[in-house]
């Protein structure tokens, strides 16, 4: 057993940890409340957007109304990863490049050996992650993790855009957590370019009728880059508040744990320092019986 002087020092250590991952929890929940509240008040208008972009695009013969819709043979391929700037938030970060990794193996594995799939990262721990498992090294985009505003998103979203309409690549996808609550996050992966011009959409007797002014076809190619900017910015809120949720939900755990952690070394201490005493007792009655004899 170790000596009281190590099981002190070691009940310091963990006191002044646990003190650390408290705070990183109230920091979390603090931060948590905002990002959730961005992403609850975005949600029923990025999906409202979709909903009205399927309608009236299902209402059009033509499917190409958009360069943005072309669907063409996939060649190159583009994957946007979606993590963290920092850690200490459980699995948040392994998940969403573990599961980048398994899509790109198993849905581009012709391209992929071509050299035809690449990845920028928003946040820096999933390209220093997958550096680590040697996929390359890719652009990162990490300030909109710190502070995702929508003027910054819609600069990233109109590059991808005009990749794709130039053909730089053929298909690009998104990877990301997406937001439940505090202590579950959903793991999603969305084809953002092509977009699906609502297939499913085009039943004239399921349909409103609406008198549309400019041309329908005008304004679904109006509407279809605003949709993108909007898809792409409400999986960054998305990831900011699951990313929140994680770390708060793993400091709490941290902390429970370093509680525990105390109370078994306190036991131990108390346990050696009663060990301790006794021999020091035993040595004392031993001292005074051999001064009687």
């Known amino acids: ?6 099981i002190r020092q070691r009940i310091s250590s963990v006191k002044s940890t646990r003190q650390i991952t408290s705070a990183m929890k109230m920091v979390s929940a603090a931060k948590l409340k905002r990002a959730q509240d961005a992403i609850t008040q975005i949600r029923p208008y990025a999906s409202r957007l979709h909903e009205v972009i399927s309608q009236v695009s299902g ?21 946007v990863v979606i993590t963290a700037n920092r ?9 969403v490049t ?4 398994e ?6 594995p012709v391209q992929k050996e071509k050299g035809q799939v690449e990845m920028i990262f928003i946040g820096k721990k999933g390209g220093e992650i997958l550096k680590s498992k040697g996929w390359g090294i890719w652009p990162y985009f990490n300030e909109l993790i710190d502070k995702p505003t929508f003027i910054k998103t819609e600069v990233l ?3 991808l855009m005009q990749d794709f309409t130039n053909n730089k690549y053929d298909r690009i996808d998104l990877i990301y957590n997406q937001f439940k609550n505090a202590a579950t996050q959903n793991l999603s992966i969305e084809t953002y370019l092509p977009v699906t011009s609502g297939e499913d959409g085009g039943n004239p007797a399921k349909q409103p009728f609406f008198i549309f002014e400019p041309d329908l076809e005008y304004l679904v190619r109006t509407l279809i880059p605003e949709a993108l900017k909007v898809q792409l910015f409400k999986a960054l809120l998305d990831s900011v508040a699951s990313e929140h949720g994680a770390r708060m939900t793993a400091m709490h755990q941290a902390t429970d744990n370093a509680t525990d952690m105390i109370k078994n070394l306190t036991l131990d201490y108390n346990k050696a320092r009663q060990a301790a005493i006794t021999n020091e007792l035993i040595e004392i009655v031993a001292g005074a019986e051999s001064l009687k004899s």
């Open 1 to 6: 057993m170790a000596n009281l002087k190590e």
């Open 87 to 95: 850690g200490l938030c459980g699995g948040f970060n392994a998940n």
């Open 98 to 101: 573990k599961a980048a990794i």
């Open 59 to 79: 209402s059009i013969n033509d499917k190409n109304v958009s360069p943005l819709t072309d669907r063409r043979d996939i060649e190159k391929v583009l994957v």
């Open 157 to 159: 979203a109109e590059s």
């Open 103 to 108: 899509w790109i193996n198993t849905q581009y």
